[in-house]
């Protein structure tokens, strides 16, 4: 069981940053890889990005890409995302996922871990 806490988000202006973090219980979280998904009421929970166990791949969401960055800390059992120019429209709820298997990291279904959501609010 892989147990995942989320922080960092809070009230940004637009065109401010944030950077959110995922603390991992696990002492094998090198071996999973790490997505962020951001949901909106009324929407549907969204890929933003991922990255591979290794942190050699990562992918990103078009909408948060050149903005936006992953990345992770194994030693710290940590993941991140920095989020840079923040637009009204990257207000949500964020969550961080775990997952074992490193295919279709865009997709909801292949995260078996998820955390409890942090919320960033952009004004404008």
């Known amino acids: 069981q892989v147990q995942l806490v989320e922080s960092g988000g809070g009230l940004v202006q637009a065109g401010g940053s944030l950077r959110l973090s995922c603390a991992a219980s696990?002492?094998?979280?090198?071996?999973?890889?790490v997505g962020w998904f951001r949901h909106v009421p009324g929407k549907e929970r969204e890929f933003v990005a991922a990255?591979?166990?290794?942190?050699?791949?990562?992918y990103y969401a078009d909408s948060v890409k050149g903005r936006f960055t992953i990345s992770r800390d194994n030693a710290k059992n940590m993941a991140y995302l920095q989020m840079n120019s923040l637009k009204l429209e990257d207000a949500a709820v964020y969550y961080c996922?775990?997952?074992?298997?490193?295919?279709?990291?865009?997709?909801?279904?292949?995260?078996?871990?998820w955390g409890q959501g942090t919320q960033v609010t952009v004004s404008s």
């Open positions: 696990t002492r094998t979280f090198s071996t999973y890889a």
């Open positions: 990255v591979s166990w290794s942190d050699t791949r990562t």
């Open positions: 996922a775990a997952a074992a298997v490193h295919r279709g990291l865009e997709l909801q279904r292949t995260y078996a871990y």
